[in-house]
């Protein structure tokens, strides 16, 4: 795979860059730029070196229509923020404002195009509509940087088609990320605790089935906890449960104990009546979940294990918050994890936007911590040992 200082002098060039800046907003707001933030070295190292940069992205779903809540403009007033430079935002993806913003780039500056999620060819099944929108993005640039590492599980226009017509590289996001994957995927030091919590629950079990044979310990909370006690044979009342999952599940749970591994599941929950912010907290035992309450959290003594099982770890990968950590009643699991992964004696990695948003508003530091990464999803993907397309199209030897 190229680096920037391979594709040779870029004095003058436009370079297309993929980023993933696909940021929490409340309203007009961004909470949590730390994405934004982790763009910022590629994109300094094109300026510097008189690139013309056209930055790509994308934000929420607009699922291929033009939606202005989607708009990147909030995003791109924060990117020039940071970069003390303009950002010059297209009012379009491949239309004649983009062609105009591209042309009017001087050597070092950076433009934007709106939300590539606007085109229905972006995110596209069909490889000839992704291919016509990737050729409209070729023609506004002479070479391609893929730095968006959330993304490059995505077989997508802006991440995939677009680096088979241009000569391309991955920016330092994406080669930071890879370094630290390795060294998760390539003998991570033992013991090897996986942490997996969160909302995205029939993504997320997918993984397990790998992760068992690498790691020494999975710790499960969050919505996908669930799914877990219900192949136990717990009743979970309203909380998340994925009914089509448990049989799975429960071949995890018998292929842990045939295997020695193990797997830790909480031994409370924290309940309420609805799920919202002020509703009333109760601790129950996870064997003893009422029908008509949600679980949105791990309880005390699940907290107290976790946070036990993480701090003796010399690697620790997690993914997914214990609970609804967004909401301060149902937060503290998910603080007892951050805090044991900020105390390890070795390397801990973050991963998934929300995980990385919650320590933030925890008032975790970054430093804390070995590694967050800003994907998710294609981490997850990248340690169930898959190819990753978006990866895959940039070490092709051209
Ligand atoms: P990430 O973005 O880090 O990969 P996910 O998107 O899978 O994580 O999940 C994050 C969401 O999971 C958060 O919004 C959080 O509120 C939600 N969540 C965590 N635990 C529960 C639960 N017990 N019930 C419902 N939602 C939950
Ligand atoms: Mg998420």
Redesign the pocket.
């Known amino acids: 795979m190229k680096s920037v200082s391979d594709l040779g002098d870029l004095t003058g060039m436009r370079v297309l860059i993929r980023c993933d800046l696909n940021v929490p907003l409340d309203g007009e707001t961004i909470t949590d730029d730390g994405r934004i933030r982790a763009s910022l070295p590629t994109l300094k190292e094109l300026r510097d070196s008189g690139a013309r940069v056209i930055v790509l992205a994308h934000l929420g779903r607009p699922k291929g229509q033009v939606n202005p809540k989607y708009s990147l403009a909030p995003v791109a007033k924060r990117l020039s923020e940071l970069l003390d430079a303009e950002v010059n935002l297209a009012s379009d993806v491949v239309g004649e404002s983009a062609r105009d913003v591209a042309a009017r780039l001087s050597d070092g500056d950076v433009g934007m195009l709106e939300n590539v999620r606007y085109e229905p060819g972006e995110e596209s099944k069909d490889e000839s509509a992704r291919g016509a929108l990737a050729d409209r993005y070729a023609a506004l640039g002479d070479v391609f940087v893929s730095d968006g590492f959330g993304v490059v599980h995505r077989k997508q226009a802006s991440v995939y088609d677009i680096a088979t017509r241009l000569p391309h590289a991955a920016g330092k996001l994406v080669e930071a990320e890879l370094e630290v994957l390795r060294q998760l995927t390539e003998m991570p030091a033992s013991p090897y605790v996986v942490a997996l ?5 029939s ?2 079990l997918a993984v397990i089935a790998n992760l068992i044979k690498t790691a020494d310990t999975l710790v499960i ?3 996908m ?2 799914t877990f006690l219900a192949a136990q044979g717990y009743e979970v009342g309203k ?2 449960l994925e009914q089509d999952q448990i049989e799975r599940v429960r071949g995890y749970l018998n292929a842990a104990a045939a295997g020695g591994k193990q797997i830790v599941l909480p031994s409370d929950i924290v309940v309420a009546p609805e ?1 919202s912010a002020d509703a009333a907290p109760t601790v129950v035992s996870a064997d003893a979940i009422p029908a008509d309450q ?4 791990v309880g005390p003594d699940s907290a107290r294990v976790f946070a036990g099982v993480i701090r003796k770890a010399k690697t620790v990968f997690w ?9 301060q009643s ?1 937060a503290a699991g ?1 603080r007892a994890v951050a805090q044991a992964a900020t105390e390890i004696d070795g390397l801990s990695v973050i ?8 320590v933030r508003d925890l008032g975790f530091r970054d430093d804390e911590f070995g590694h967050i990464s800003t994907g ?2 294609a981490s997850l993907e990248y340690l169930e040992g898959k190819t990753l397309p978006g990866l895959a199209v940039l070490d092709d030897g051209v």
Do not use: H, R
């Not at 919590?197 to 629950?201: D, M, P, T, W």
């Not at 991963?351 to 919650?358: K, Q």
């Open positions: 919590g969160g909302a995205k629950v993504d997320k909370g969050g919505g906890a669930f909380s998340l799920v949600f679980g949105l959290d993914n997914g918050p214990m609970g609804v950590a967004e909401w149902f998910t991963g998934g936007g929300d995980t990385a948003a919650a998710g999803g």
